[in-house]
């Protein structure tokens, strides 16, 4: 599967912005997908998750309650919408997709990945 992230920018503190995945390749509904960033002299961490089905998500504390994951597997998207965004949010958002569920926050169990998108917040 082909990923390719968009929706970065730069946004003020306290504001909203909405990432997109499209996918290509296998069927998109055999995935589960992720989104992981990375800030700058930082390693990359999970930030959400979400089931094939989209029935179960998955979300790092440091995000409950401002991201909502969510995917439409007829057009083959993810989606992460971003509220109340914090500087220390500012990172690269990428998106990747694995077969199982399992250990999800593991970068390492995911074979895909987008190229990322920057996400700037100023405060």
């Known amino acids: 599967v082909q990923l390719q992230a968009s929706g970065g920018g730069l946004v003020q503190a306290g504001g909203s912005l909405r990432l997109s995945c499209a996918a290509s390749g296998r069927t998109f509904s055999s995935y589960f997908m992720g989104w992981f960033r990375q800030a700058p002299g930082k390693e990359r961490e999970f930030v959400a998750g979400?089931?094939?089905?989209?029935?179960?998500?998955y979300y790092s504390d440091f995000v409950k309650g401002r991201f909502s994951v969510s995917r439409d597997n007829a057009k083959n998207t993810v989606s992460l919408q971003m509220n109340s965004l914090k500087p220390e949010d500012t990172a690269v958002y990428y998106c990747?997709?694995?077969?199982?569920?399992?250990?999800?926050?593991?970068?390492?169990?995911?074979?895909?990945w987008g190229q990322g998108t920057l996400v700037t917040v100023s405060s």
């Open positions: 990747a997709a694995r077969d199982r569920y399992d250990s999800y926050h593991r970068e390492d169990r995911y074979p895909y």
């Open positions: 979400i089931s094939w089905s989209g029935g179960s998500t």
